[in-house]
């Protein structure tokens, strides 16, 4: 029996400690799930281990700002106003 840790929640790791006695390995995806869940189990250290994923990014690129998504009430207001001046010019 295997226990993949989705996240850092206290959830996972309760999970983990109630349930240590029937589970042979403890999946984790990163290193801070890693640190500590062996924190909060010690003895089953050797049973846990990291499955990182993710896509890998090339070496010397360089990373795109992050899109500026306006919310949905300027999106609303912006589709209100394109369609009122559409509707006058026809």
Do not use: W
Request: glycine letters at 6%.
């Amino acid at each position: 029996m295997i226990q993949i840790l989705h996240g850092d929640y206290d959830y996972y790791y309760d999970l983990a400690e109630r349930h240590q006695d029937v589970i042979d390995a403890f999946i984790v995806g990163g290193r801070t799930l890693e640190r500590k869940l062996t924190a909060r189990l010690p003895e089953r250290a050797r049973d846990v281990y990291r499955l990182p994923y993710g896509i890998p990014v090339a070496a010397g690129s360089t990373p795109r700002p992050p899109r500026v998504r306006p919310n949905c009430a300027s999106c609303l207001s912006a589709a209100c106003t394109a369609t009122r001046a559409s509707s006058t010019f026809r």
